[in-house]
């Protein structure tokens, strides 16, 4: 792996996040994705390790550091299983608009149990007809009095039912279009907000994903997140910060599926000799190594961008997600066929691995969109010269 | 309520090789480990601070290096550590070693429990947790495998025994060891980690714990190790093959020969 000058803190976080994935994910890694279950022994783990918060600010009772941290861990996790390390990354992203957006009162209210990991978060924007197209969205959040009266649906909420702060995108006026939407804080057990149908996935088995019903659910002026309007431009803000953790996600899946085709070639024997000893699978593994690497250092400088504060990183960190996601599926479809027919079977790991990193091309703004991001961005700026 | 965790730094016994023609470990190029008894200590110790409050004391006799050791009992919860360690305490047997640690110990002197692990894994002798309670003079638990409450300062455990367990009812301060099943040592934590590293950790040497000389070390050890060996492999068992009868009449042929 190409040294990132990662400080000695990012370095204590990617070891101990690295203990934890072999000590206590790879071991149930299978179990979760054949039950489905939620992992709160793992994330039960990862929390009294103080990893909830490593991108939270200390003064609500994080580490103090930023996207990098986010990524160094989550890419860890996903090496073990991107199911698992989605409940830990979908909690940032239901984060990151409190991070971004919220005021002081609601940063002291909501971050701290984050931090600690004593609450999860999630995030609340897709519609059963609002995916790309995120201004379809038809929830609505009706201002009276003190109060905002939320109506509606979401679905494919990742954390949906286990996390107890939800970010909610709903539009206060909807004659505004994108610019009539707001977003909110609301809480798990809040009257009129219930849980619908979870759904039964493809892969990252061990996240849930959840429908979110809102009916006449009364929720306080308080709970608005920024002004009222904002929200559209909130979500994709926070996309550009949420951005390479699904990107980190990728690499860590790519990792792991490459980690297990170098390992199985070398046991593997065939015509008398190891399969490691071929040129063809050598050349395989040559590739799949090399495209990790590239979207790992991709994904690193994304990250490390946001961090330093600089404006307009969308672009940016739509490629890394962009680019590392097709890396994964293709290195994770490429360690299966390494394997041959038993990487086909449920038997071996790595079959696994290609049905967690097909998501990673779908969720939190498909290819095809960051490719809109990307194309928007190259045409704007040309036309600004 | 104040715990002393004591521990010690050994070799990983999972990569340790004997040199078969001196007898004794290839120590070359093997990871030093927490002795793995001592991690249910620790855990433990951290845990009865966590119910009762307090403070965990972490403690290792050993080397210079031995002090990595002390820094990860740091990042898994205890909150000061001390190394003992001086050249006058080479060659110490566990009765040496009981001394030293109980003089390290007094010196503490602020303590209620003392948690060692069952025994350390490079020398199985099981000897030095009973052996500091004999020298401080207070009551010892050996194998405990839970601790069940704590109550008008006694404090209840369950013993582990071949043929079951015990419940023990003592006063405080007393010393015990513990067994593997008494917990789950947990996953170090980022904060931990970070105190670890920042950590002043205190080395004292023989006369900062007011230690007799004629204690310490080779001259205050009376083990004499007269031969180290690897013992002789096992050889091979032998199959009957064929009907029950005759392999029964063979083998019984074979044991009146050995008779």
Redesign the interface.
Known sequence: MIDYLLT??QV??RD?CR??TE??IKPVAAEYDKTGEFPWDVLK?IA????FG?YIEEQYGG?GGGVMELCIATEEFSKGCGGIALGYSATALGTYPIILFGTEEQKKKYLPPIAKGEKLAAFGLTEPAAGSDASAIQTTAKKEGDHYILNGTKHFISNGGDAEIYTIIAMTDKSKGPRGASLFVVEKGTPGFTFGKKEDKMGIRASSTRELVFTDCKIPKENLLGKEGMGFIAAMRTFDQSRPGIGAQAVGIAQGALDAAVQYARERKQFGKAISTFQGIQWMLADMATQVEAARALVYASAREVDAGKKDVGKDSAMAKLFASDVAMKVSTDAVQIFGGYGYMREYPVEKFMRDAKITQIYEGTNQIQRNIIGLALIKDSAKK | MNIIVCIKQVPDTTQVRINPETNTLIREGVQSIINPFDMYAIEEGVRLKERFGGKTTVITMGPPQAEAALREAISLGCDDAVLVSDRAFAGSDTLATGYTLSMTIKKIKDFDIIVCGKQASDGDTAQVGPGIAAHLDIAQVTCVRKIDEFKDNQLTVERMTEEGFEIIKTRLPCLMTVVKEINSPRIPSLKGKMRAKSAVIPTWKGKDIEAQEEHLGLIGSPTQVVKIFTPPPRPKGQIFEGDAEDSASKLVGILKGIL
Do not use: F
């Not at chain 1, 009294?48 to 990893?51: A, E, G, W, Y």
């Open positions: 000695e803190e204590m976080i101990l203990q934890i000590e206590k783990v009294q390790s103080d990893l490593v580490m």
